[in-house]
T-cell receptor, first 114, second 116 residues
């Protein structure tokens, strides 16, 4: 069965520091992977997605993620954190192009201090 | 705003009451999904529709839950005889499924349910 593990339920960084949010997946077939962000009292917004076209995926707001099959990882990074990046981040996997259900990790809350 | 909308945004009810939530997807999207998100967890899939057909239901969707999408546009999620364990955020998402194409799910703001 497919699953997603997000390492670290809470990550704190200083403004301007590197952001690294970790995601590992388990899938018996080539996965399609997503990162979503959720701001307080709002729905989920798609940051980026991996659909096998390129292993390094660039998303919105300066975020990017690299698919590493050997490590079964899809970590999210941003070179320089902004205060506005404070939110909850979810990694999700879909097992096929047809989509249907997304399987989400438990989320990582990112705090940014000045 | 042409995104996914949900109504109401918040609902407080007493145990045993019935509640109904509505989701309006992005207009041209043919797929609609319902997820449930409890505190400290990621969203969990409940069910999805392609047009008006309900194609998949999760084991999480007990007999007290029913979802409809009668004309392939908006959808409703009803919970009968609510229990305190039903307290959660209920998220709706929509996508456009095309043959050979990739789909991305776009989420609404959610309906937060509190059962007292």
């Amino acid at each position: 069965a497919q699953s997603v593990t997000q390492l670290g339920s809470h990550v704190s960084v200083s403004e301007g520091a590197l952001v690294l949010l970790r995601c590992n997946y388990s899938s018996s077939v080539p996965p399609y992977l997503f990162w979503y962000v959720q701001y307080p009292n709002q729905g989920l917004q798609l940051l980026l997605k991996y659909t096998s076209a390129a292993t390094l995926v660039k998303g919105i707001n300066g975020f990017e993620a690299e698919f590493k099959k050997s490590e079964t990882s899809f970590h999210l990074t941003k070179p320089s954190a902004h205060m506005s990046d404070a939110a909850e981040y979810f990694c999700a996997v879909s097992i096929n192009q047809a989509g249907t259900a997304l399987i989400f990790g438990k989320g990582t809350t990112l705090s940014v201090s000045s | 705003d042409t995104g996914v909308s949900q109504d109401p945004r918040h609902k407080i009810t007493k145990r045993g009451q019935n509640v109904t939530f509505r989701c309006d997807p992005i207009s041209e999207h043919n797929r609609l999904y319902w997820y449930r998100q409890t505190l400290g967890q990621g969203p969990e899939f409940l069910t999805y529709f392609q047009n008006e057909a309900q194609l998949e239901k999760s084991r999480l969707l007990s007999d007290r839950f029913s979802a409809e999408r009668p004309k392939g546009s908006f959808s409703t999620l009803e919970i009968q005889r609510t229990e305190q364990g039903d307290s959660a955020m209920y998220l709706c998402a929509s996508s456009l499924r095309t043959s050979g194409g990739w789909e991305t799910q776009y989420f609404g703001p959610g309906t937060r349910l509190l059962v007292l």
